[in-house]
């Protein structure tokens, strides 16, 4: 049972960290057969909880999975907004790294992992993407890890998040948008409670 309850709360974590961060499976999660490395993957001593206006916020230190040829370590921050109306990847983050402490994992090691400590995989992502829209009725054949980068930014633009932010947020490669804009943190505030509180509905 505490298994089970430990996969639930990891689950609620990642996949929601996935969808706001806009994030690719492969940024939170090893590829099959890839070793875990500290100094390349998401571990709880890259979080960093903070308050603003009464609301817990985070920020998640992590690799730019598309800059691996050329650059090594994490080089990105991800501002993750808390006190979404759908959900809240901050509360999720928070109660997930209170029950992997409580279960003696390090926070030197993976953040989203089994309770045995392996990281979780882009393979397990993927499955367990599947398995939440075959849950609520959608066919699963259409969805996968991306799915949590698609639906956060698909979420940004119904709630009319600027392409610009969206772009930014989700460290979409660009070299005009490098140059000329930069993220601030009210402007990541708002894209990610945007993602948490929009309502959302597509043909697939």
């Given at each position: ?51 603003r206006d009464g609301v817990r916020h985070a920020k ?46 390090p926070d030197d090691g993976p953040l989203w992992c ?91």
């Amino acid at each position: 049972r505490r298994m089970s309850l430990m996969a639930s709360s990891m689950w609620r974590s990642a996949t929601s960290f996935g969808i706001s961060a806009l994030a690719r499976a492969c940024e939170f999660a090893l590829d099959d057969g890839e070793a875990f490395d500290m100094t390349q993957h998401i571990t709880p001593a890259d979080v960093t909880f903070f308050c603003r206006d009464g609301v817990r916020h985070a920020k998640v230190l992590m690799r730019k999975r598309k800059d691996l040829r050329v650059l090594r370590g994490k080089h990105s921050t991800v501002v993750l907004a808390g006190g979404g109306v759908h959900y809240d990847a901050v509360q999720e983050l928070w109660e997930w790294i209170e029950a992997r402490r409580a279960a003696g994992l390090p926070d030197d090691g993976p953040l989203w992992c089994w309770e045995s400590g392996d990281a979780i995989s882009v393979t397990q992502v993927r499955n367990e993407v599947k398995a939440l829209m075959a849950a609520i009725g959608l066919d699963p054949a259409l969805y996968g890890g991306h799915s949590l980068r698609i639906g956060g930014a698909t979420a940004a633009l119904a709630a009319g998040v600027s392409p610009t932010l969206i772009r930014l947020m989700g460290r979409w490669s660009s070299d005009v948008y490098e140059i000329y804009c930069r993220m601030s943190l009210q402007a990541a505030l708002g894209v990610g409670a945007a993602i948490a509180s929009a309502d959302v509905s597509t043909f697939e």
